[in-house]
Structures are given as C-alpha cells and as structure tokens.
C-alpha cells in the first residue's frame, strides 16, 4: 500500500582510517571524513560548518567528547557528542554522554545513557563536560540504559 524503503545513511568518503589495532591517546582535529576501528582516549573535532563526518564502526570506542558536524555511531563512546548536522545512531551504539544533534536518527537497540537534546543554535556555544576518568578497557563493564523520549 505504502511504498516504504529502509533509509540507510550514505556511506561516509573516508580520507582518515584509525585501524582496529590502533590506539590513539590525545585530541584529534581533522576535516573531511574520518573512520575509527580502533580506539581514542581524547576529544575529536572538526570545524563546525567544514561538512566534516565522522563514523565508528563496531569495533571502534572513543572515550572523550566529539564536535563533529556528522556523527555516524554503531561503537562506543564514552562522553558527549555534538552534531551540528546529523547523528545516525546504528544497531550497536553505546554513548555514555549527551547527545546534542540536528537531526538524529537512531535504530532499534542503540543505547544512549545521558540527555537528547536538539539544537537549532549554533553549537559553538555548548560547554561539552569532560567524561569519567575511566580507561577503554574497562569500558566493556559499563552498563548503558536506553533512552525514553521526554513528552511535554
């Protein structure tokens, strides 16, 4: 009757891979598209209106904040993100943090622990917190509820 179609997000133009064996300790910066297998313990940015992507396989954790204009999640991370354009939040996201987005898109059995919050202002001005000083192998232990929209 209805013509419906699965909506999958387009895949992201990766000009930065972070292999599966790869750990990374401190802040990153990039432009353009960046994928994560591996892990980094440290803020990711990007400038604000550069159409910068970030994605996070599976396999890929992330303790510190993100501030990316496009988040694609099916890993873990651990702090806040701050999407000025887009979230795609996949089957096995985990965020242990606040979720300040655009627009969001988040399938059956991603978990979010912390706050969804919709931003139509410029997200220059939100203060990220800095996430618990737990390192990402003890991440794995961390229990992650899910999200029940807020009506009124």
Known sequence: MF???????????IDTLIGANTRINGDL????????????EGNISAEENSGSKLSISDSGKVHGS????????NG????DIVAQTRVDL???AQVNGDVY???????????INGK???QTAAV????????AQEPLGDVAAVEIGTVEPKVG
């Open 90 to 92: 996949g089957t096995t």
């Open 124 to 131: 220059s001005d939100i203060k990220t917190k800095e996430p």
């Open 101 to 111: 987005y655009g627009l969001i898109e988040m399938a059956m059995g991603a978990q």
């Open 76 to 79: 873990l991370v651990q702090g």
């Open 66 to 73: 993100i501030r990316v204009p496009s988040v694609v999640l």
């Open 116 to 118: 969804l919050i919709h």
């Open 3 to 13: 013509n419906r179609r699965k909506h999958s997000p387009k895949p992201v133009q």
């Open 29 to 40: 910066q990039f432009s353009g598209g960046l994928h994560v297998d591996g892990a980094i």
